[in-house]
C-alpha cells in the first residue's frame, strides 16, 4: 500500500544501510585478532543517498512525458578499508572502542529510520481518517 511513498523508501533504505553496517562491524570485532586484518566500514547513508538520482516523474498516460524507467534500489553498500586506524604489530587495525562507538551509530541510524517510518505511517492513516 504505501511502497510506493518516497519518505517509506527513505526509511527503508536507512534500515538496510543500519542493517549491513552492524554486519560490517560485527566482523570487524570477530576478526579482531586476526594477524593482518584491516578494518572495514560503510560509507555514510548521507552519501549513498547522494550518489541516487533523484526519483523520475511518473507518466499518467502514454506520451505525457518521456521517461528513462524506474529508478534502481540500491544494490549494494559501498565497503571502505578504515585506513585512519593505526594498526597494531600483527597488522590487524581493529580497534574494539572504534567498533563499539561505530555499533552506537548503527544503533542510532536504525532507531531514527523505524522513528521516521512510524511517524510517517501516523500521518498516512490520519490523513485517511483512521486515526492511530
Same mark, same amino acid.
Given at each position: 500500500?504505501? /511502497?510506493?511513498?518516497?519518505?517509506? !523508501? ?5 534500515? !538496510?544501510?543500519?542493517?549491513? &553496517? @552492524?554486519?560490517?562491524? =560485527? ?13 572495514? /566500514? ?7 543517498? #547522494? ?14 512525458? =518521456?521517461? /528513462?524507467? +524506474?529508478?534502481?534500489? +540500491? ?12 594498526? #597494531? ?7 574494539? /572502542?572504534?567498533?563499539?562507538? &561505530?555499533? #552506537? +551509530?548503527?544503533? @542510532? ?22 486515526? !492511530?
Amino acid at each position: 500500500m504505501h /511502497d510506493g511513498l518516497e519518505i517509506f !523508501r527513505l526509511a527503508s533504505g536507512l534500515a !538496510r544501510h543500519a542493517g549491513a &553496517r @552492524q554486519a560490517v562491524v =560485527a566482523t570487524n570485532i570477530a576478526n579482531a585478532d586476526t594477524p593482518g586484518y584491516r578494518a572495514r /566500514d560503510l560509507v555514510p547513508f548521507s552519501e549513498v543517498l #547522494a550518489e541516487q538520482p533523484p526519483h523520475p516523474w511518473k507518466a499518467t498516460r502514454a506520451g505525457h512525458f =518521456a521517461m /528513462d524507467g +524506474e529508478r534502481a534500489e +540500491e544494490s549494494a553498500h559501498l565497503i571502505r578499508v578504515d585506513v585512519a586506524s593505526p594498526a #597494531a604489530p600483527n597488522g590487524n587495525s581493529v580497534s574494539l /572502542d572504534t567498533e563499539m562507538m &561505530r555499533s #552506537a +551509530e548503527v544503533r @542510532q541510524q536504525h532507531d531514527l529510520a523505524l522513528s521516521v517510518y512510524r511517524s510517517a505511517l501516523g500521518v498516512l492513516r490520519s490523513a485517511l481518517g483512521r486515526g !492511530r
